[in-house]
């Protein structure tokens, strides 16, 4: 499959689904799960308070793993997923985080209007948004190529 079929392919993968894994590093290795939306260039935003040990961690050390599965997954049955190297940053900026936010809170139905930047500010939340910017993707999808055969993408 050209790589061009694989990252519409990953990118409609990317667009069907809301929760992912999250792995961080610090003085140790930490993972959590966080719900997500995309963009059209695959970056992936995420809402979590900087006062996490992941959000203390990605302030130290930018580099993540994230993981994205469709679950729940029979042992025996065709695997599909993502495996995904990035840079993640804390986004500043009105624009910016009222742009992200309001991505977010679409792709997942929330209506609150305390997930916003004016609610941030009057601490109405603890939580800020993330950007991650994809380097390396790897997309299993046993349904589109043999294991070992998955498409392996430079960002």
């Avoid at 610090?26 to 006062?51: A, E, Q």
């Avoid at 004016?118 to 999808?141: H, L």
Wanted: proline share 5%.
């Amino acid at each position: 499959m050209a790589q061009i079929d694989a990252t519409s392919q990953i990118k409609q993968f990317l667009d069907s689904h809301f929760q992912m894994v999250l792995a961080t590093n610090g003085s140790h290795p930490w993972i959590c799960t966080v719900y997500y939306t995309t963009d059209k260039d695959m970056n992936i935003y995420f809402l979590t308070s900087p006062k996490t040990i992941h959000g203390k961690q990605i302030a130290k050390n930018p580099k993540v793993a994230v993981a994205i599965a469709d679950a729940p997954q029979a042992p025996a049955s065709n695997k599909k997923g993502l495996q995904i190297y990035g840079i993640c940053k804390q986004i500043s900026g009105m624009n910016k985080v009222n742009y992200s936010i309001n991505l977010w809170k679409k792709t997942l139905g929330i209506t609150s209007e305390d997930y916003s930047y004016e609610g941030m500010i009057r601490k109405a939340i603890s939580g800020r948004m993330y950007k991650i910017t994809p380097k390396q993707v790897k997309f299993f999808n046993e349904d589109l190529w043999d294991e070992g055969q998955e498409p392996f993408i430079e960002l």
